[in-house]
């Protein structure tokens, strides 16, 4: 894993130090080593700049930017299989002269063209020039692992594995988008293909991207589709014969992701996930397998003590570290530097720990994420049965039912509107009522503001984005449990987990791997019976029989914790002051984005016991924190 930058500058007046200083704001990323290339073609100047992390051959000959004949590569990730695809293009002709997967990259481009990217199994981004075809293509892997931002503005195209590499350009013009700042308060992230500043994109996952450099034309094209997948029939098969099939691709997938040159780890969090990775890896091995777990003071909240049974009872190679209160709330102010657009997912601050805590004894860590999206583990799912009991009233009485509980304020309900989440549920049950649809669903059950609440936090009334969340599947093959899992496949996961993935493992200079995010699992997956992943409120039935084939069902059976800091607790003693300081009214007036009034009342009533409220603090903490880094300083 690498970082990369460049650019295609139409005005030809971007030099080498401005791409140099670009470059240079990810070497966290990159740390092992740096490389430029800048092509002056007719219409315009390209430069290419690289950050090293060196994982696949570690010598001189992985070196980038690269370049075979007319073809110049900037490449982000790996390519797992690349071996056998090197020794299908030698067959055809083609000498190499590394042992480097972005040399067969290359190769491959420059015999099949764009199609080569259907043979990759892998996490990528990479851009292309061809000097031949005069054109730039851009390319980014099917689930979104590897991050590609880019920009386009007055005759200038920039793209980046980050965006703090886009400020170090002197024409980047930071011009705030006011809808994906509100988006950010919806969901704790910016939805692809949106970006918190206008004429800045993220490349969807599965897409390329074509640059014409005669024309200055921009298309893009859709190479992979998760939806394809789930718009399928079910296969027609027995559960045993599934399960014995999906473990031999996960035991596929899973070893691709042992690759490297270098030593490689695993993040163990005592989940049926992260066991289910391990287990498979370990049965295999003739090495014990490394094992990591940040370990935290609340019982509530640590796994520590039930990752360290099962990586007793697999024979693995454990380490666990008890962060501190202190490790974590240190990480606080980092933020905003690492996670260059607004991000809310506290649980970036243990992942960001277990990977420092890893990168001292590897380079590659393998992280189990996806398990939930694929099988079914999310909570959220239970409300497969309520959204098609609603479906099936008759939308006249849903409609005034609607009305009704619009009519009356959640506050006013009888013993129940003083309860702490009654209110969130209540308006949930509402959205359902008017729209009993799965995508409605799944956006108002990951929102942490409604829209009215939306129009009163705003000084100026946002308009909604489009995104993933509007999706939808063919209603022939497909139901309300599919539609939700493809959901969070293009959402949560993509712009919320992989994000927090690869910026906090990044953070360490370690490369996060995911081995779940394999394609060819996510399409046998969608078209297993639905039955074979949630069953009478058993989520992730598929894996968990799988598991427990490894590690005994009573080791394994407790309930989901999820990977989280106590941020109720923090905002409400050690980061008060932070509070205060970045919420304060003169400050909110001054930015002119949020009503002062309502950030006001959102703080006091969080602090007067609201913990409802606990989200909209952090989430505006955390868009204060981002602001003065990325704004102010």
């Not at 590394?98 to 990759?120: M, P, Y």
Request: glycine content about 4%; hydrophobic content about 40%.
């Amino acid at each position: 894993m690498c970082s990369i930058t460049g650019f295609i500058d139409f005005k030809k007046q971007t030099s080498l130090p401005t791409l140099e200083a670009m470059n240079r704001t990810t070497i966290h990323r990159g740390p092992d080593g740096e490389g430029y290339e800048i092509v002056d073609t007719p219409q315009a100047i390209v430069g290419f700049g690289h950050r090293r992390l060196s994982i696949i051959d570690l010598t001189e000959g992985g070196k980038q930017p690269m370049r075979f004949e007319h073809l110049l590569i900037d490449f982000n990730g790996e390519i797992y299989n690349y071996q056998e695809i090197k020794n299908e293009l030698i067959t055809l002709g083609h000498t190499f002269t590394s042992h480097s997967d972005t040399e067969v990259i290359l190769h491959a481009f420059a015999q099949w063209g764009k199609n080569c990217v259907h043979r990759f199994i892998g996490m990528f981004a990479f851009v292309i020039l061809d000097e031949k075809q005069n054109c730039i293509t851009i390319c980014r892997d099917r689930a979104g692992v590897k991050p590609m931002f880019y920009y386009w503005h007055e005759g200038l195209f920039m793209f980046a594995s980050e965006l703090k590499a886009f400020h170090k350009h002197p024409s980047f013009k930071k011009s705030l988008n006011k809808n994906a700042i509100a988006a950010f308060m919806q969901y704790g992230y910016v939805p692809t293909p949106h970006c918190i500043f206008e004429d800045c994109f993220k490349l969807e996952a599965g897409y390329f991207l074509f640059l014409d450099l005669a024309t200055k034309n921009i298309t893009k094209e859709k190479y992979w589709d998760v939806n394809d997948s789930y718009n399928r029939p079910k296969l027609n098969i027995d559960f045993n014969t599934a399960k014995s099939e999906t473990e031999k691709l996960l035991t596929s997938a899973f070893n691709y992701r042992m690759v490297a040159d270098v030593p490689v780890g695993m993040f163990l969090s005592g989940g049926y996930d992260s066991t289910c990775v391990t287990a498979l890896l370990q049965k295999d091995s003739a090495q014990k397998i490394k094992t990591y777990t940040i370990g935290v003071g609340d019982k509530k909240l640590n796994e520590a003590p039930f990752a360290k049974t099962i990586a007793e009872h697999l024979g693995t190679e454990h380490t666990e570290y008890y962060c501190t209160e202190k490790d974590a709330l240190d990480l606080v102010p980092q933020l905003s530097f690492y996670f260059d657009e607004p991000f809310g997912d506290s649980s970036a601050i243990p992942t960001m720990l277990v990977s420092s805590m890893a990168r001292k004894d590897v380079t590659v860590a393998l992280s189990a994420d996806a398990g939930d999206e694929i099988f079914a583990g999310y909570n959220r799912y239970d409300f497969v049965n309520q959204v098609e009991k609603a479906q099936k009233i008759p939308a006249l009485f849903r409609n005034f039912s609607a009305d009704l509980l619009n009519y009356i304020p959640a506050q006013h309900i009888p013993i129940m509107g003083k309860k702490p989440l009654f209110a969130a549920r209540y308006n949930k049950m509402r959205m359902l009522l008017k729209d009993p649809s799965a995508a409605n669903l799944m956006k108002n059950v990951t929102s942490n503001f409604f829209e009215n609440e939306l129009e009163t936090l705003f000084l100026e009334k946002p308009t909604s984005i489009s995104s993933n969340f509007d999706l939808k599947l063919d209603e022939k093959y497909t139901d309300t449990l599919s539609q939700m899992m493809a959901t969070d496949y293009q959402t949560y996961m993509l712009d919320d987990i992989l994000q927090k993935v690869d910026r906090a493992s990044m953070s360490a200079s370690l490369e996060g791997r995911e081995p779940f995010l394999d394609h060819r699992i996510i399409e046998w997956a969608a078209q297993l019976p639905n039955d074979f992943k949630l069953k009478n409120g058993i989520k992730k039935l598929m894996l968990r029989e799988i598991v427990h084939q490894y590690v005994p069902k009573e080791i394994m059976e407790r309930p989901k914790m999820g990977f989280a800091v106590p941020v109720a607790s923090w905002l409400k003693k050690e980061l008060k002051p932070i509070v205060e300081s970045f919420l304060n009214q003169d400050k909110i007036k001054q930015q002119a984005i949020f009503n002062p009034v309502e950030v006001k009342d959102i703080v006091v009533s969080f602090y007067n016991g609201k913990d409802q409220n606990l989200l909209k603090v952090w989430y505006l903490l955390m868009f204060q924190m981002w602001y003065e880094q990325w704004m102010t300083n």
